[in-house]
T-cell receptor, first 115, second 112 residues
Framework: NAGVTQTPKFQVLKTGQSMTLQCAQD?????MSWYRQDPGMGLRLIHY???????DQGEVPNGYNVSRSTTEDFPLRLLSAAPSQTSVYFC??????????????FGQGTRLTVV | GENVEQHPSTLSVQEGDSAVIKCTYS??????FPWYKQELGKRPQLIID?????GEKKDQRIAVTLNKTAKHFSLHITETQPEDSAVYFC???????????FGTGTSLTVIP
C-alpha cells in the first residue's frame, strides 16, 4: 500500500491563480480531510469528508473547495490564490466502519507559496 | 467547535530526563485523543492515543493520561533520547467524523 499520496510536493503560485492539490489513498478509508500547517498555529482543519459525495467545512474553509466523487480521492481546490494561503497542506485519511475513531494517516504534505 | 490548547510551546530537557506536555480541550463530546510526532520536513505520525473510557495508557517510554472531568490530557516521555527531539501535537476528536482539532504544538529538544 502506498498509503496517502499528495501531489505536488512543492508549488509556487501567483496571486489570483487557481490550482488543485491532489490527494489519494489506497487504504479504503471512509474519512478524508485537509489541514493547513502554519508556524505556531498547529494543524487547522480546512474541509473534511465522511464518505463519497459528502463534504463539510472545517475551521478555515474560506478560499478552498473540495469534492469527493470516489472513496480514494479528495482534491483541494484553491479558487483564487492569496499570499495568506502560503502554507504546508496535509491530507489525511482514517477508517471508521464500526463507530470507533482511529488514527489519521497523513500524506507527505504540499508546500505552497503564493507570491 | 472544539478548542485544544497545548503547553509548553517549547521544551528543552537533558538526555535521560522526563518530558511532560499538557493539553486541554473544550468539547465534552470529544472521546479520542491522539498524540502525533512530527520531525522536521516530515508528516505527522501517531505515537500514542487514548480513548475517553481509559485514564492512562503506556507504550514503553511513552505514556498518556486523561482526566475527562477536568478536560485535560498529558503526554509523558521518560528516559528521553536525542531522537525524541521533534514537534509534538495533541489532538481531540469530537466523534463526528475525521475532524481532529490539534493543539499548536510543542517543540521538544533533548540535549545530549
Amino acid at each position: 500500500n502506498a498509503g496517502v499520496t499528495q501531489t505536488p510536493k512543492f508549488q509556487v503560485l501567483k496571486t489570483g491563480q487557481s490550482m488543485t492539490l491532489q490527494c489519494a489513498q489506497d487504504m479504503n478509508h471512509e474519512y478524508m480531510s485537509w489541514y493547513r500547517q502554519d508556524p505556531g498555529m498547529g494543524l487547522r482543519l480546512i474541509h473534511y469528508s465522511v464518505g463519497a459525495g459528502i463534504t463539510d467545512q472545517g475551521e478555515v474553509p474560506n478560499g478552498y473547495n473540495v469534492s469527493r466523487s470516489t472513496t480514494e480521492d479528495f482534491p483541494l481546490r484553491l479558487l483564487s490564490a492569496a499570499p495568506s494561503q502560503t502554507s504546508v497542506y496535509f491530507c489525511a485519511s482514517s477508517y471508521d466502519s464500526r463507530g470507533f475513531d482511529t488514527e489519521a494517516f497523513f500524506g507527505q504534505g504540499t508546500r505552497l507559496t503564493v507570491v | 467547535g472544539e478548542n485544544v490548547e497545548q503547553h509548553p510551546s517549547t521544551l528543552s530537557v537533558q538526555e535521560g530526563d522526563s518530558a511532560v506536555i499538557k493539553c486541554t480541550y473544550s468539547d465534552s463530546a470529544s472521546n479520542y485523543f491522539p498524540w502525533y510526532k512530527q520531525e522536521l520536513g516530515k508528516r505527522p505520525q501517531l505515537i500514542i492515543d487514548i480513548r475517553s473510557n481509559v485514564g492512562e495508557k503506556k507504550d514503553q517510554r511513552i505514556a498518556v493520561t486523561l482526566n475527562k472531568t477536568a478536560k485535560h490530557f498529558s503526554l509523558h516521555i521518560t528516559e528521553t533520547q536525542p531522537e525524541d527531539s521533534a514537534v509534538y501535537f495533541c489532538a481531540a476528536n469530537p466523534n463526528t467524523g475525521n475532524q481532529f482539532y490539534f493543539g499548536t504544538g510543542t517543540s521538544l529538544t533533548v540535549i545530549p
